[in-house]
């Protein structure tokens, strides 16, 4: 029908619902350094190789395992995301988010890292918050999502050594007790994914996401820092 017709005695009148409209889009460039994790290997006060370096302290705590780092974002990992659109004519609208972690393919995905005491180390999806580095059978770190809606937080804990020695070629120094090893991916990668849902007060909603990319076969926002032996 036209929006308005006259059928015999009737008045048809056609009235088009509305919904809201929803845009994500995630921040980029110097506004997502506050996701860099580091954890030290050395558990306690940190050593220095010296007079070959100076220790740069270690703060990431040593328990549980080797240690532990939490990102401290104010407002937690959903403000590193900006909200477009609007409720449209059947508003007011309510917004609820999802934070998660996606592997850009099917894991577990292989890394550049190795364990001390082992083999290569994988990533697996072990849920949507939790991300577990393997060697085989063995934990060696994770990366997970913790902490309440709407104030999540990354958290990086290791519980095995990780390989720091300098490959054929390379500029890493094996003397340095400090040194450092990025979280890298030979294949695929980690992306933290912000979902959400818009609904307006009938019941209608959209969804929309966009994602971070937090491991790459060229950079992380993830690294390890070594241990040296004490004399």
Do not use: C, M
Not at 122 to 138: A, P, Q, V
């Amino acid at each position: 029908h036209d929006p308005v017709s006259l059928d015999g005695n009737k008045i048809l009148v056609q009235v088009e619902n509305d919904i809201p409209s929803l845009s994500v889009t995630a921040a980029t460039g110097q506004a997502l350094d506050p996701l860099a994790l580091n954890v030290d290997e050395t558990v306690g006060t940190d050593r220095e190789n010296s007079p070959a370096e100076s220790a740069d302290g270690n703060n990431d705590g040593d328990a549980p395992g080797l240690g532990q780092s939490t990102t401290n974002i104010n407002g937690g990992l959903a403000t590193l995301f900006t909200l477009g659109g609007a409720p449209g004519a059947d508003e007011p609208a309510s917004d609820s988010g999802t934070l998660s972690f996606l592997f850009t393919q099917a894991g577990p995905l292989a890394t550049n890292l190795t364990a001390t005491d082992g083999g290569p180390i994988t990533l697996e999806l072990t849920s949507s918050t939790l991300i577990t580095g393997k060697d085989g059978l063995t934990t060696i770190f994770t990366i997970e999502i913790v902490g309440a809606p709407g104030s999540e937080q990354l958290q990086l804990t290791q519980y095995e050594a990780i390989d720091h020695d300098a490959a054929p070629g390379s500029d890493e120094t094996p003397d340095v007790f400090d040194e450092i090893v990025q979280l890298l991916t030979t294949e695929g990668g980690v992306q933290l994914q912000y979902e959400v849902t818009r609904t307006d007060s009938d019941n209608d909603s959209v969804t929309k996401a966009d994602q971070i990319d937090l491991v790459t076969d060229e950079g992380s926002f993830f690294s390890f820092d070594d241990d040296g032996p004490t004399l």
